[in-house]
Structures are given as C-alpha cells and as structure tokens.
C-alpha cells in the first residue's frame, strides 16, 4: 500500500487510489478501501468509515495475541510452583530418610530445577514473539493512519 502512495502525483484523484487498492489485500488496503468508497459522503463520513474499520481490523490482527501474552506471564509461575514442589519433596525425602546422604535431596531439586528450566523456556519465547506481533500491529496501524490522513486531505480537495 505504501508504494502506491509513494508512486502518485501531489493530487491524485480518489478513483485513481481506489483503482491501485484493487489488488492488494491486507489490513491497510481493507481500511483505505473503505474509507475511499465513503468519499462522495464526505471527509467526515470516510474518516468515521476509516476509524470503525481500524477498530474492527486491530481487533483480527490482536486475536490470538493474547494467547502469546498469557503463556509470557504465566509460564514463569507454573515454573516457579514446579521448583516449590520439586524443594518440598526434597525435604520430605531428607526427613524420610535421614541417614542416606545428600543423594536422596538430589532427585527433588533437580526435579524443581528442570521445571524452573521448563517454565524459562516456555515463557522467554512467548514474550518476544508477544512483543514482536504487538510491534508489527502497532506499525500497520500508524502506517494506515497516516495514509488515512493523506486520504482525507484529498477527500477534501475535492
């Protein structure tokens, strides 16, 4: 969408625009498209159109993201409630079996060791790609708007 707008002329006609955005797919030209055939309403009309699509459009791109957000935050603490029970049972083995050595301490702390690991490697990964979709959505959006707002300027030329 971004060359389109990059290859017009200073005052490009709207059903030029609207021509250009044919082809292509994507949550910008979706939003634009609308926008555009509210044109003959007027600027007000096609901005209201443009800003309820970018409301309804955030919310697909958003969708499944909070799926990533809650494994992130959540992962750790399962993680962390792993190793507590991995400590508990060590202790429980110790005190069951006080005269055996510090093998028998061992097996639960590596147990509570392996679920800390589990929880790092689970949440770490879902983090950044949270951040990294969050970005990407946060990009598309104040991309549309600003050609939103090119759109609407024209719209009022004419």
Request: glycine share 10%.
């Amino acid at each position: 969408v971004k060359k389109i707008f990059a290859g017009l002329p200073s005052l490009f006609a709207i059903s030029g625009l609207k021509e250009g955005l044919n082809g292509i797919d994507g949550s910008s030209a979706t939003i634009l498209k609308k926008g555009i055939e509210q044109a003959s309403l007027g600027r007000d009309s096609a901005e209201e159109w443009i800003i309820s699509d970018a409301t309804l459009e955030k919310n697909k791109l958003e969708k499944r993201l909070i799926i990533l957000g809650t494994l992130g935050n959540n992962a750790i603490y399962i993680g962390l409630f792993g190793t507590v029970l991995g400590v508990i049972k060590a202790f429980h083995d110790l005190a069951q079996n006080s005269g055996l050595g510090p093998e028998v301490v061992m097996q639960g702390l590596s147990e509570a060791l392996v679920a800390t690991a589990i929880g790092l490697l689970v949440a770490i990964p879902s983090v950044i790609a949270y951040n990294f979709f969050q970005k990407s959505v946060k990009d598309i959006l104040t991309d549309t708007d600003s050609m939103a707002r090119v759109v609407l300027a024209k719209i009022e030329k004419v």
